[in-house]
C-alpha cells in the first residue's frame, strides 16, 4: 500500500500515524501535542484557500497548515473515528 | 526571600493560577539571560516570603521555540527554591511528560492538577494521591478559575519549601539531560492513576465549531463579532475617554490654572501646555486599553482567538504572518496602541515584530476624525464617502505592501501548531484583572515618552516666545521652511506641514491645530481650507496622514513592546518615507492627469 499524508486525508477521515519527517523542533512540538506514531489521527476541517487543518489527536484539537501536515505520514485511512 | 517558578504547557490556566495566587500586586519585570517581560509577585508562603514568577507556556525543556528557550535561559541563570508544575488536567495523558522532566532534574516541585472542574465535567477521574505516590510529589487538584484548592496549594507548597534547598543554576545546567525513560514511566503512572473516557464528550465546543469554522458562514461569521466588539468598545470607550478629558479640563480650569497664575507666562505655558497636557494625552488612552483588553481577554480566553486564525491563516500566511495577526490589525482600526500590545499573544519574536510594523497602518478612529473633517471640507457629501472608503483600502493596502516587503528580514520559523482549545467562559476576575495589568504597564512604560514628546512639541510651536504660536516664525513654522523642498512636490504648504507636526503628537489634536494655525474654528475653517486647497492637495494630505506615524503613543509603544529603539525608529522611519512616496505618486499622477 503506498503511504499518504496526513493532509491528504478528507474531513471525518481518520487514521494511524506512521511515521514522522520533520525536522527537531517541529517533531519536538508534535510530540509535546501527542503526535506519536501508532496513534490514531482524525482531519476534523480545513479551511478554505489551502489554509491550515484543523486534526484531532486524542482528547486535543490542533490546527496545522499544510506544510505540517505534510510532514506526518499515514497509515490505511479509517471512516469516522474510533467510539 | 524564596524563589518559586510557574512552569506549564500553554493553555493550562497558568496565569489564571497566577493571579489567583498573586492578586493585584503582580508586576512585570526583567530577568538576567532573557530578553522578555515576566510577570512576578511577592507572597506569603507559610513562614516564608517568596517571589512567584510565571514563566512562559512551554511543551518542554528540549524544545526550540524561544519559549522553551526563555525557560531554560531563565533556570540556568537564576537560582529557583521551588517549580509550580501546572498540568490542565483533561490532557494529563500529554502533560505529565513535563511533570517527569522536572522531577528529573531534581528541582523541588508541588504538582498542580488545574482545570478539575472541567475534568470532571468530561468524566476524568483522577486519584491525586496515587499521582503523588508515582511522581514522588506533592499533588493538589485545582480550578484556578473558581479559586477551589488555592489554599491547600499554598500551605502544601510551604511545606515543601521548609523541606528543600535551592537548586543552583549550575546543578540545573547539568542535569537538563536526556529524558528516554519518560515515555514509558508516564504510560504506567497514566494507567494506575487516571481514568479517561476514549473520547471527551465536547458536544458544545463541536458544535460552535461547526458554526464558527464554517466554510462559508465562518467569515461573516467572525467579521460579525469583530464589528460588535468595536461596536461595544467605542460605545462605552466613547463616553469614558470624554469623562477623563471633562475632569482633565475641569481640573485644569478650577484648579491647575489658578494655582499657576503667579508664574511667567513660559513657565505657565509649559506646565499647562506641555506637561498638562502630556499627561492628558497619556490618560485619554487608559480607558481604552481597559475596554479593549476586556474584549481581547473574552476573544483570547474563550478560545475564538485561535479559530480567527484558523480562518484568515491563508491570507496572512502569504506575507509571512498568521491568522492572529489579522485580528490584532483589525483591532487596530479602533487604536493602535492596545493592538500592539495584543500581539504578545504571537510567542515567535519576529512574527510579533512584522506584526507590529503593519498594525501602524491600521486607519484608528483618531485618525478618521481628521479624515471626517477634510473630506467634509472639501468633498461633496457622496464624494466623501467614496474618498473614505478608498482611505480605508489604502490603510489594508500598504499594511500589507509593508508585510511582502519585510516578510524577509522578519522570518519567523515557529511551525504553525496551534491548539484549538475547548470554548470556556473566562470569568470577570480574569477579565478585570487583565486590564488592570495591562492599563498600569502602558502607564508605567510609555507616560514618560509620550509627556517629553508633548513637551517638545509644544515648545516647537510656541518659541521664540515672541511671535504668534504655531505661526510660521516658530520652531515648527521654521522646521515647516526647510521642508518646503520636499513636502510641495505632495502638495502639502507650510501650515499644513505645522499641523502634521502637531499630528505627531496625537491625531486627535490635528484638527485643534489647524484652527490655532488658520486663526479660524468649524465652518469658517472648513470654508477657508476649500478655498485655500483643492482637492488632489486634500487628499494627498489625508494620505500623508493616514500613512506617517500614527501618534507618540503608539511610538511609545513600539518601543517599550519591542524593547528596542531601533526597531521604533525602523517603524517611524519606513512608515515617513512610505506616506511621501504614495503621496507623491497620487500627487504627481492627478496633477499629470490634468487634476
Keep these: ?83 | 526571600m524564596k524563589r518559586v517558578a510557574m512552569l506549564g504547557m500553554p493553555n493550562t490556566g497558568k496565569s489564571t493560577l497566577f493571579n489567583r495566587l498573586s492578586g493585584a500586586s503582580a508586576r512585570v519585570g526583567n530577568w538576567p539571560g532573557i530578553t522578555v517581560d515576566l510577570m512576578g509577585a511577592k507572597i506569603l508562603l507559610g513562614g516564608h516570603i517568596a517571589e512567584l514568577i510565571d514563566l512562559p507556556g512551554i511543551y518542554d525543556f528540549h524544545g526550540f521555540s524561544e519559549d522553551e528557550m526563555v525557560v531554560r535561559h531563565f533556570l540556568e541563570k537564576n537560582s529557583v527554591d521551588m517549580v509550580l508544575v501546572v498540568l490542565n488536567t483533561t490532557q494529563i495523558e500529554r502533560q505529565l511528560a513535563l511533570a517527569l522532566q522536572v522531577r528529573e532534574l531534581g528541582l523541588p516541585a508541588v504538582l498542580v492538577l488545574n482545570m478539575v472542574d472541567e475534568a470532571r465535567r468530561a468524566g476524568i477521574s483522577v486519584a491525586p494521591e496515587k499521582i503523588a505516590r508515582h511522581m514522588q510529589m506533592p499533588t493538589i487538584l485545582v480550578s484556578a478559575k473558581y479559586g477551589d484548592g488555592c489554599s491547600g496549594l499554598l500551605s502544601e507548597a510551604a511545606r515543601e519549601l521548609d523541606r528543600h534547598g535551592p537548586v543552583t543554576p549550575e546543578e540545573l545546567q547539568q542535569r537538563l539531560a536526556s529524558d528516554d525513560r519518560i515515555e514509558s514511566e508516564m504510560e504506567s503512572i497514566l494507567k494506575d492513576a487516571v481514568e479517561m473516557p476514549v473520547r471527551l464528550p465536547d458536544r458544545v465546543t463541536e458544535q460552535i465549531d461547526r458554526l464558527v469554522l464554517h466554510p462559508w458562514l465562518g467569515l461573516p461569521v467572525f467579521l460579525g463579532v469583530m464589528f460588535l466588539l468595536f461596536q461595544f468598545i467605542f460605545t462605552f470607550g466613547k463616553p469614558l475617554q470624554d469623562g477623563v478629558a471633562w475632569l482633565l479640563g475641569y481640573a485644569r480650569g478650577g484648579l491647575v490654572e489658578p494655582m499657576l497664575s503667579g508664574l511667567p507666562p513660559w513657565l505657565h505655558g509649559l506646565l499647562l501646555d506641555g506637561i498638562y497636557n502630556g499627561v492628558g494625552t497619556v490618560a485619554a488612552f487608559v480607558p481604552i486599553i481597559i475596554l479593549f483588553f476586556l474584549v481581547m481577554t473574552m476573544v483570547e480566553d474563550s478560545g475564538y482567538l485561535s479559530r480567527a486564525a484558523f480562518m484568515m491563516d491563508a491570507l496572512m500566511a502569504r506575507m509571512g504572518l498568521d491568522g492572529r495577526g489579522f485580528v490584532m490589525l483589525l483591532m487596530g482600526f479602533g487604536c493602535n496602541v492596545p493592538a500592539l500590545m495584543g500581539t504578545r499573544v504571537m510567542r515567535s519574536r519576529n512574527l510579533r515584530l512584522l506584526t507590529m510594523m503593519i498594525i501602524p497602518f491600521s486607519l484608528c478612529s483618531a485618525r478618521l476624525q481628521v479624515f471626517l473633517f477634510v473630506a467634509a471640507a472639501l468633498f461633496a457629501p457622496a464624494h466623501a464617502a467614496l474618498v473614505l472608503f478608498v482611505l480605508y483600502l489604502s490603510s489594508f493596502a500598504v499594511a500589507f505592501l509593508t508585510a511582502m516587503l519585510f516578510k524577509g528580514q522578519m522570518k519567523s520559523n515557529e511551525p504553525f501548531l496551534l491548539e484549538l482549545p475547548p470554548y470556556r467562559f473566562p470569568t470577570w476576575r480574569q477579565i478585570y484583572m487583565r486590564g488592570w495589568h495591562e492599563a498600569t504597564h502602558f502607564l508605567r512604560r510609555a507616560s514618560k515618552f509620550i509627556v517629553a514628546g508633548v513637551v517638545l512639541v509644544w515648545i516647537l510651536t510656541n518659541f521664540p516666545s515672541d511671535v504668534p504660536p504655531a505661526s510660521s516664525q516658530t520652531f515648527a513654522g521654521m522646521i515647516g521652511g526647510a521642508l518646503a523642498p520636499v513636502l510641495s512636490p505632495i502638495g502639502i504648504d507650510a501650515q499644513l506641514t505645522i499641523a502634521l507636526i502637531f499630528g505627531f503628537v496625537a491625531k486627535e489634536i490635528v484638527i485643534g491645530a489647524l484652527a490655532v494655525i488658520y486663526g479660524m474654528e468649524g465652518n469658517s475653517l472648513m470654508a477657508l481650507m476649500a478655498q485655500k486647497l483643492d482637492w488632489v492637495q486634500a487628499m494627498s494630505f489625508m494620505l500623508f496622514t493616514l500613512i506617517y506615524t500614527p501618534c507618540l503613543s503608539t511610538i511609545a509603544t513600539l518601543r517599550s513592546e519591542s524593547k528596542s529603539l531601533g526597531f521604533a525608529t525602523l517603524s517611524v522611519v519606513w512608515s515617513l518615507l512610505l506616506a511621501w512616496v504614495v503621496s507623491f505618486v497620487f500627487y504627481q499622477g492627478a496633477r499629470f492627469l490634468g487634476y
Excluded: N, Y
Aim: proline share 5%.
Design chain 1, 1 to 83: 500500500m503506498p503511504s499518504s499524508k496526513l493532509s491528504s486525508l478528507q474531513p471525518g477521515q481518520s487514521a494511524l500515524i506512521r511515521a514522522i519527517h520533520a525536522e527537531e523542533a517541529v517533531h519536538q512540538r508534535l510530540l509535546a501535542l501527542g503526535f506519536r506514531v501508532g496513534k490514531q489521527v482524525e482531519l476534523i476541517r480545513r479551511a478554505r484557500f489551502a489554509g491550515p487543518v484543523h486534526v484531532r489527536i486524542g482528547t486535543t484539537d490542533v490546527m496545522m497548515r499544510p506544510a505540517e501536515a505534510q510532514r506526518i505520514e499515514i497509515g490505511e485511512i479509517m471512516m469516522g473515528s474510533r467510539r
